[in-house]
């Protein structure tokens, strides 16, 4: 009997730490993930060295980078990928955020579990405490935008998104990003963040990078005419060249006479088709395809500048800009179908020449921000810090409400759940204060990240949040 008894607990056991087995690896899975990307967080978060499957090096402290290049194998690991892709997809940046915040909460899930609480249990907790934590954040706002088209009142907001991620430009950067943001701001639609273009141009420093409403093009010009001011311009998405016919045709030539007499007329049609554009008073075109060199001759001599832009997707964003429309062959265009330019010029920007499209009306569709740098590596961090400026933005056209940064909304947080914890009856409870407690783990990230010491910054900041007046805005000062 003894011996029986021995084998059914043993059975018990063994069934009981299986499935324990699978979601304690599964927790772990998560937490790693977690412990990998923490210490890119914050102002002073260390960038990492990512290379990817394809050997391509990336140096960023951008989580949504870094997790995009991992190759994460694990099921549950993928699902925090997943839900941290899905706020770069909505917000566009905190993705750091939701990882932190997942991570640390399934790692107090690890205590709970082994206390003795089943899953069921800490599940009904945490989402007593999620919704609390929605009350909660309503009340904590510190600062409402007023103007989302003022420029003064945007750049707080987006100096903290790139802050985080370019230490020391963030003052220059916001600025900028601020300037291309209210240029294009629409007062009728929503706000599009793929109306704020970045060229990047290797050399100079990070400070020398501009804002110009319009559009840039790292392209030479096809005609002898680099510069055209108040420009009618036409664009083709085929070749600007003569069309070819669709069956082999041949010509019998007796004569030198009709030789001659054949390549003069084809001189006239090319002439003709180019003067009708000329007589439009089109000063400008734009080919999504090859340019021929008859058609350039005839250009240049009626004084048209010849763009050449190789991707369709360019030739969308510039139709858009100088509010134009494609000709899909080569058709003299409507009034309707011109678009218009306030300056379109050949320039050199460090030893780079690119093509710019510059308009100075009040609101253009388009701005485009040249970002310079000495690597390619600096000039893409700078990028992604402007993407999540440009990002911010955006979710301020739709709220303009605003929470206090540097870790104090998260301490708040904890000690208004805390109690809420320690006010619900029943096995819910322990889960609840475990949730507050999730929180703390950002204030101690900053700390650690800063070099500070982390229990010390985490006892002072629950010292001052006791401060009924002006407690909820006290963050760390890094």
């Given at each position: ?11 018990i056991n063994a069934e009981y730490g299986g499935m324990h087995e699978a979601v304690f690896s599964n927790l772990e899975a998560c937490t790693e993930l977690y412990k990998t990307i923490k210490t890119c967080y914050g102002p002073k978060g260390l960038n990492k060295m990512v290379i990817n499957h394809l050997s391509k090096l990336f140096v960023t402290n951008d989580a949504a980078t870094i997790i995009k290049e991992l190759e994460v194998q694990h099921p ?15 917000c566009g940046d905190g993705t750091n955020f939701v990882m932190i915040l997942a991570g640390s909460l399934l790692e107090k899930a690890i205590d709970l579990l082994e206390c003795g609480l089943s899953p069921s249990e800490v599940i009904k907790g945490y989402e007593m405490a999620g919704e609390k934590c929605l009350e909660i954040l309503e009340t904590l706002v510190c600062h409402t935008a007023k103007d989302v088209k003022n420029k003064e009142s945007v ?324």
């Amino acid at each position: 009997t003894g011996l029986k008894a021995n084998e059914e607990s043993s059975g018990i056991n063994a069934e009981y730490g299986g499935m324990h087995e699978a979601v304690f690896s599964n927790l772990e899975a998560c937490t790693e993930l977690y412990k990998t990307i923490k210490t890119c967080y914050g102002p002073k978060g260390l960038n990492k060295m990512v290379i990817n499957h394809l050997s391509k090096l990336f140096v960023t402290n951008d989580a949504a980078t870094i997790i995009k290049e991992l190759e994460v194998q694990h099921p549950a690991a993928k699902m925090i990928v997943l839900a941290s892709q899905q706020q770069e997809a909505e917000c566009g940046d905190g993705t750091n955020f939701v990882m932190i915040l997942a991570g640390s909460l399934l790692e107090k899930a690890i205590d709970l579990l082994e206390c003795g609480l089943s899953p069921s249990e800490v599940i009904k907790g945490y989402e007593m405490a999620g919704e609390k934590c929605l009350e909660i954040l309503e009340t904590l706002v510190c600062h409402t935008a007023k103007d989302v088209k003022n420029k003064e009142s945007v750049i707080p907001i987006v100096k903290t998104a790139v802050g985080s991620k370019q230490n020391g430009y963030e003052d220059f950067l916001a600025e900028l990003i601020a300037d291309s943001c209210s240029k294009i701001m629409p007062t009728q639609r929503t706000f599009n963040v793929d109306n704020v273009r970045t060229c990047k141009i290797l050399g100079s420093g990070v400070l020398a990078s501009t804002c110009l409403q319009g559009m840039v093009f790292k392209r030479n010009v096809e005609s002898d005419i680099t510069s055209v001011k108040d420009a009618k311009i036409a664009v083709y998405s085929c070749p600007f060249d003569i069309g070819t016919t669709e069956t082999k045709g041949t010509v019998l030539i007796k004569t030198a006479d009709e030789l001659q007499q054949f390549s003069v007329d084809e001189e006239k049609l090319v002439e003709n088709s180019v003067k009708a554009l000329a007589d439009l008073g089109i000063t400008c075109i734009v080919s999504g395809g090859k340019v021929g060199d008859m058609m350039l001759h005839f250009a240049n001599k009626f004084n048209i500048m010849v763009v050449r832009l190789m991707s369709k997707w360019d030739l969308r964003r510039l139709c858009k800009s100088i509010n134009a429309t494609a000709l899909p062959n080569m058709t003299p265009p409507t009034q309707e179908e011109i678009g218009f330019c306030s300056l379109v010029s050949l320039e050199e920007v460090g030893d780079t020449t690119v093509v710019s499209f510059r308009q100075e009306r009040e609101e253009s569709a388009m701005s485009t921000i040249i970002i310079r740098g000495s690597t390619d590596n600096i000039m893409d961090d700078i990028e992604r810090a402007i993407d999540d400026g440009v990002n911010s933005v955006k979710v301020l056209t739709r709220d303009q409400r605003c929470l206090p940064g540097a870790a104090a909304t998260e301490i708040e947080l904890a000690k208004q759940i805390m109690t809420f914890g320690e006010q619900t009856p029943g096995m819910e409870q322990y889960a609840i204060k475990k949730f507050a407690e999730a929180f703390e783990v950002f204030p101690k990230i900053l700390a650690e990240n800063t070099g500070l010491k982390a229990n010390e910054v985490l006892a002072k900041m629950y010292n001052a949040h006791q401060d009924p007046v002006s407690g909820m805005n006290s963050g760390i000062n890094l």
